[in-house]
C-alpha cells in the first residue's frame, strides 16, 4: 500500500464550479498535512498547511480526518488559473521527519 | 531574491557519462533537499543534507553521490548515467528539518534529464 494516495484525475471542472479531492495516508504516525501546487513542469509550491481543526484561506478549504486517515482539499468558485496538479504531502517522523509526497491529483477547469 | 537555484534547467546525457547538478540557496538554510520526480509520480527523496559536512541517503540513493560544503551549495552528482535517472530533479531547502505546519519547503525550478 502506497504512503500517500491520492485519485490521479484528471476533474474536468467548469468555472465556477465546487470540486474537491481527497487524500489517504496509511501510517497512523503521520505528523503534519500540506497540500502543494504544481503547475506543469514546474516546482511544487505550497498551497496550504492542513491543521487537525481543519483550514480554509480564500477559496480553498483543507480537512483532515486522523481517525480515517484522509485529507481533503475543496476548491470553491473555480478560477482557469486553478488548473495544475495538487499534491497531497505527508510529514513521517522515522528518525529523519520526512516528507511523503503522494503523485497528484491533475485539474483541468474549463470555461 | 533569488530562493533556490538549480542549473541546467536541461540535460541530455549518454549512458555511462557523469554530470553534476547545482544547487544553491541564499535563504541561509540549514536544510537541503534532492528529490526526483517521474512521470506520474510522486517526488522521491534522493538525498538529504541537515548542515554543511552533514549528508544521508533518502529513498532512492542508488547511482548519486551529494556534498555538502558550504551552507549554500548542494550538488548532486551522477557517476555513470543510466536510463533509469532519466527524471526531474528538484533541489529544495528548508529552515528545519521536515517543515513543521508552519514551515514549507522552498524548491528550485528543476532539471529535466534525459539518459539515451
Known amino acids: 500500500r502506497k504512503e500517500v494516495e491520492q485519485d490521479p484525475g484528471p476533474f474536468n471542472v467548469p468555472e465556477g464550479a465546487t470540486v474537491a479531492f481527497n487524500c489517504t495516508y496509511s501510517?497512523?504516525?503521520?505528523?503534519?498535512f500540506f497540500w502543494y501546487r504544481q503547475d506543469c513542469r514546474k516546482e511544487p509550491k505550497l498551497l496550504m498547511s492542513v491543521y487537525s481543526s481543519g483550514n480554509e484561506d480564500g477559496r480553498f478549504t483543507a480537512q483532515l480526518n486522523r481517525a480515517s486517515q484522509y485529507i481533503s482539499l475543496l476548491i470553491r468558485d473555480s478560477k482557469l488559473s486553478d488548473s495544475a496538479t495538487y499534491l497531497c504531502v505527508v510529514l513521517l517522523n522515522t528518525g529523519f521527519q520526512k516528507l511523503v509526497f503522494g503523485t497528484g491529483t491533475r485539474l483541468l477547469v474549463s470555461p | 531574491n533569488a530562493g533556490v537555484t538549480q542549473t541546467p534547467k536541461f540535460r541530455i546525457l549518454k549512458i555511462g557519462q557523469s554530470m553534476t547538478l547545482q544547487c544553491t540557496q541564499d535563504?541561509?538554510?540549514?536544510?537541503m533537499y534532492w528529490y526526483r520526480q517521474d512521470p506520474g509520480m510522486g517526488l522521491k527523496l534522493i538525498y538529504y543534507?541537515?548542515?554543511?559536512?552533514?549528508?544521508d541517503k533518502g529513498e532512492v540513493p542508488n547511482g548519486y553521490n551529494v556534498s555538502r560544503s558550504t551552507t549554500e551549495d548542494f550538488p548532486l552528482r551522477l557517476e555513470l548515467a543510466a536510463p533509469s535517472q532519466t527524471s526531474v530533479y528538484f533541489c529544495?531547502?528548508?529552515?528545519?528539518?521536515?517543515?513543521?505546519?508552519?514551515?514549507?519547503?522552498?524548491f528550485g525550478s528543476g532539471t529535466q534529464l534525459s539518459v539515451l
Open positions: 501510517n497512523s504516525a503521520s505528523q503534519s
Open positions: 543534507s541537515v548542515g554543511a559536512g552533514i549528508t
Open positions: 529544495a531547502s528548508s529552515s528545519r528539518q521536515g517543515v513543521g505546519p508552519n514551515e514549507k519547503l522552498f
Open positions: 535563504m541561509n538554510h540549514n536544510y
